[in-house]
């Protein structure tokens, strides 16, 4: 599916069955968590994204909000914890009891699991205001040491440009991917420009965005497309039908199960 407008120095993988679960199963366990990684492989996902950010002693951590108030027993900004501090707070009761005692995970904790289990992952750069560079290249780093080379390359995505840029120059090996949502005010044109220009292989648009015209434009120029976040076996039909080559979705099992392009999975 490469064009000219997409970079052919590496390539985007293929993803098992288009279905990538966001930030784990976000819908069935806490999200960005090892127990999320491990529910979305046992509903048949084999491929998630995660977000990373860093602590305030640099080590990369998969995480969502500046803030740790939502998902946590914390409160505060993540940035300004140590990863010590950071592994006294449970992010796991606020979605249920049986998850009381969840950890936030370390980046170099995420890949080995998705090793084990046979995954591929979507790492989503999320930086910290201020921390675009520092994150990327502190991500990445880690990745290199601890993602297999017999695994299929890590896809870089962020809607932070700085943070592609570094991705870019420090690991070259990996597609990446500009993150566009709607409330940006993106346009097919813009994308499709911006992410020549940083040399991604791959847009991931917000659901918002991803009109038939939108999609038809993105592929055009080369480029592999995912939506997020997509949680209804109808709306996934509708985008698959347009072109789109993958999902991201809370509920990866639910489309697995439901979604009647089941027989048009690309392997």
Known sequence: MMGSAASTKVAYPPIPHRVMGHRGAAASAPENTLAGARQAFGEGARWIEFDVKLTADGVPVIFHDDRLDRVTSGHGLLADRTLVELRELDAGGWFGPQFQGELIPTLEEMLTLLASLGMGANIEIKPCPGR????????????????????????????????????????????????????????????????????????????????????????????????????????ADALWEWGVDAIISDRPGALLRDASSQTNFRE
């Open 132 to 235: 675009a560079v520092e994150t990327a290249r502190r991500s990445l780093d880690v990745a290199r040491v601890h993602w297999p080379d017999f695994a299929p390359p890590l896809v870089v995505s962020s809607f932070d440009l700085i943070a592609l840029a570094e991705a870019r120059d420090v690991a070259p090996e990996w597609p990446m991917a500009l993150l566009a949502d709607g409330a940006d005010g993106w346009t097919a044109e813009t994308m499709v420009t911006k992410a020549g220009s940083l040399g991604c292989q791959g847009i991931h648009l917000d659901n918002a965005l991803a009109t038939k015209t939108c999609i038809a434009a993105c592929g055009a120029a080369g480029f592999i497309t995912a939506v997020w976040t997509v949680n209804s076996a109808v709306r």
